[in-house]
């Protein structure tokens, strides 16, 4: 069984910095893409960032040069460096990854919980 492990969300005032962690365990072979999505209040989820396996990022209009996307293959590990945060970051912050179990087999995917982030003096 894969679990995915978040942390790093809490409480900042805005200009301010978060990184968030999210680490991947259980039966995996491979990892593909990476994603960070987020919901605020009210609102629908959205897709923050992604990361391929190769290594390309992506990032909503609404984040671009403010947040930064890595992953640690060697720790099953996505990150999302936030800065400069404003209270419009407030949201839910989930990680999403696809995965494969064996090689050959057919991709999965798996949610997190969510770690909240709140922006606010």
């Known amino acids: 069984q894969v679990q995915l492990m978040e942390s790093g969300g809490g409480l900042v005032q805005p200009g301010g910095s978060l990184r968030l962690s999210c680490a991947a365990s259980?039966?995996?072979?491979?990892?593909?893409?990476m994603d960070w999505y987020r919901q605020a209040p009210g609102k629908q989820r959205e897709l923050v960032a992604a990361i391929t396996s190769g290594g390309s990022t992506h990032y909503a209009d609404s984040v671009k040069d403010r947040f930064t996307i890595s992953r640690d293959d060697a720790k099953n590990t996505v990150y999302l460096r936030t800065d400069s945060l404003k209270p419009e970051d407030t949201a839910i912050y989930c990680c999403?990854?696809?995965?494969?179990?064996?090689?050959?087999?057919?991709?999965?995917?798996?949610w997190g919980q969510g770690t909240q982030v709140t922006v606010s003096s």
């Open positions: 259980g039966s995996i072979f491979s990892i593909g893409t």
């Open positions: 999403h990854i696809e995965y494969f179990r064996s090689r050959g087999a057919a991709i999965r995917g798996i």
